[in-house]
């Protein structure tokens, strides 16, 4: 399985984006995806989830309110509407596919991850 996540950028502090996940495989409808980010200097961190048919979610305290996951089955795509960008938000977005239905927080639930898109918020 390949993940390919699209969608970062330069954005000013209060703006938008929404980044993108395909995957390779229709196998994943059947998995949970999940976002993880990671900074420079820092660990990764979990951002957000969802179960295999998007009737559960779940966000890490830093992004609640502010980010919404979605995914669209029939294009093999996981979203992550992100609002309200801070510059605390600047890192590399990592999407990645669960090994069971639901989504996690646990980054060891995971086990194809894609290649990363960078977002950068400038204040």
């Known amino acids: 399985v390949q993940l390919q996540a699209s969608g970062g950028g330069l954005v000013q502090a209060g703006g938008s984006l929404r980044l993108s996940c395909t995957s390779s495989?229709?196998?994943?409808?059947?998995?949970?995806m999940g976002w993880f980010r990671q900074a420079p200097k820092k660990e990764r961190e979990f951002v957000a989830s969802?179960?295999?048919?998007?009737?559960?979610?779940s966000y890490g305290d830093s992004v609640k309110g502010r980010f919404t996951i979605s995914r669209d089955n029939a294009k093999d795509t996981v979203y992550l509407q992100m609002n309200s960008l801070k510059p605390e938000d600047t890192a590399v977005y990592y999407c990645?596919?669960?090994?069971?239905?639901?989504?996690?927080?646990?980054?060891?639930?995971?086990?194809?991850w894609g290649q990363g898109t960078q977002v950068t918020v400038s204040s």
């Open positions: 990645a596919q669960g090994l069971r239905g639901f989504g996690s927080s646990e980054a060891s639930d995971y086990r194809y």
């Open positions: 495989r229709r196998t994943s409808r059947n998995n949970g």
């Open positions: 969802i179960s295999w048919n998007g009737g559960q979610t």
